[in-house]
């Protein structure tokens, strides 16, 4: 045990979740003056080493603990998966180093931009690819394109990222969105019938007055959508989570929506005649002036 007043020598042995570590106390001290690691290694805290080699243990992961060092010693924020960042967030924040945790999030910002602004077509790319037979645009980034009054029926956009794309009053019938990132995307007034968005991520997109007719949204992410007067008849939204989504005046005529997340959608005014919604929690669910004649709500919780 070493005492409050104890001075400690310029190397300091630290064994990290089972990860034995050499440094200094200028390193541990100097950049993050304030950080819990400056704070244990100043010399005012009673700290614990094993007897044999003096390592001072912290019960902490130590994975991570080099990409620590390294950003005490140089300043310089690891380049590493976006995963691995939030493991090395967590560590962060525990040890208080804030300078790195400012450092991580400036890191993720600039990812984000560089993906939001890396689309690899134009509109006029756009216009010439369509005007072949079979069009693909399978994992292509087309972030922020205005696609709108386009004719884009049949054209297969799955895997692609569709961030903030405006698709209005564009004619997507029949076309494919299957497991496409549209967060933000711009439907409004589009031809949508009988088009594939399973498992499409379009969390916040505006659908409103879009005709949906036979659509396949199954799985699909619909959180915080705006669906406000649009036609969803004999729609497929089986395990589709339409929580916080505006549904108000929509048509959901033989509409199937077994499994979906329905938490505080707003269904006011909607036809859900002949709709199935057997088993379906509709208790934080918004359904004044709904038309539910002939809709399947057996064992539905209301």
Avoid at 35 to 47: D, I, K, N, V, W
Wanted: glycine fraction near 8%; charged fraction near 25%; include cysteine.
């Amino acid at each position: 045990m070493e005492n409050s007043e104890s001075v400690f020598p310029s190397m300091v042995r630290l064994n990290i979740g089972g990860k034995k570590f050499c440094t200094t106390v200028d390193t541990l001290t100097q950049r993050e003056p304030d950080s819990m690691l400056a704070a244990m290694f100043s010399g005012r805290h009673t700290l614990c080493q094993d007897p044999g080699k003096g390592y001072v243990f912290v019960d902490r992961d130590g994975k991570h603990f080099r990409h620590i060092l390294n950003w005490l010693r140089d300043g310089v924020v690891p380049t590493l998966k976006e995963s691995e960042y939030s493991e090395l967030l967590r560590e962060a924040e525990y040890y208080q180093l804030l300078g790195l945790i400012d450092g991580i999030h400036s890191v993720l910002n600039k990812r984000k931009e560089d993906d939001d602004s890396q689309t690899e077509l134009t509109r006029t790319d756009i216009i010439k690819c369509i005007q072949s037979e079979r069009v693909r645009f399978r994992g292509v980034n087309l972030s922020g394109l205005d696609l709108s009054k386009l004719d884009l029926s049949y054209v297969d956009f799955s895997y692609a990222c569709l961030k903030n794309v405006f698709f209005s009053r564009a004619n997507l019938q029949c076309a494919k969105f299957r497991d496409v990132d549209a967060e933000g995307s711009i439907f409004h007034n589009a031809t949508l019938r009988e088009c594939e968005f399973t498992g499409a991520n379009l969390r916040g997109a505006l659908l409103a007055g879009a005709y949906l007719q036979s659509a396949n949204l199954q799985d699909a992410c619909l959180i915080d959508c705006s669906f406000c007067g649009a036609d969803l008849r004999s729609a497929h939204l089986q395990n589709a989570d339409l929580s916080n989504a505006n549904l108000e005046g929509a048509v959901l005529e033989g509409a199937n929506l077994k499994g979906a997340k329905l938490h505080n959608a707003n269904f006011k005014g909607a036809n859900l005649q002949r709709a199935f919604l057997r088993h379906v929690n509709l208790r934080d669910t918004q359904l004044e002036g709904a038309k539910l004649d002939g809709a399947n709500l057996l064992g539905a919780i209301r």
